[in-house]
């Protein structure tokens, strides 16, 4: 069975920025897996005239129970506030958890972390740099976990 993966990023906003998710996409089909992108998968709703807002954030809390792992764009100076909240509710439903951030401004309190501390309680305390990914190569690198995530 296919693995599931949500996308969790704040490129969907902009036609420019909506081209970059098609590198991510490509990686993570030729490794197999199902992408939910959450943008793609609620152009149906999005459409609506009353209520859309609130299906909207229940189809992606949904999309996010059905997966298996986030995959999280967290670039920004603070990264996006809906990809923030999506990775604190995949934190709690304890999904996997993967960053990508090759934006290098550092957004933290700590010299030691490059985010929010509150984000490193989903990683595992010691090589949480394995679950984190600074460019499109880092995600297919064998010293990552997520090309073993992937085949496991």
Known sequence: MK??????????????????????IKIFNDLNIEVYEPFERAKHIIQKESEWAYDLA??????????????????????????MIELGIAIALKKEIFLFRDDF??????????????LFLGLP??????????????IKSNKKRFVEWAKN
């Open 105 to 118: 401004r550092n957004c933290s309190d700590s010299n030691q972390y490059p985010l929010n501390l509150m």
């Open 3 to 24: 693995k599931k993966l949500y996308l969790a990023n704040p490129y969907g906003f902009s036609k420019q920025t909506k081209t970059l998710l098609n590198e991510f």
């Open 58 to 83: 229940r189809s992606n809390f949904h999309d996010l129970k059905k997966c298996d792992c986030i995959f999280a764009i967290v670039n920004g100076n603070p990264p996006d506030e809906g990809v």
């Open 125 to 138: 305390k010691d090589n949480w740099e394995k679950y984190y990914f600074e460019s499109l190569q880092d």
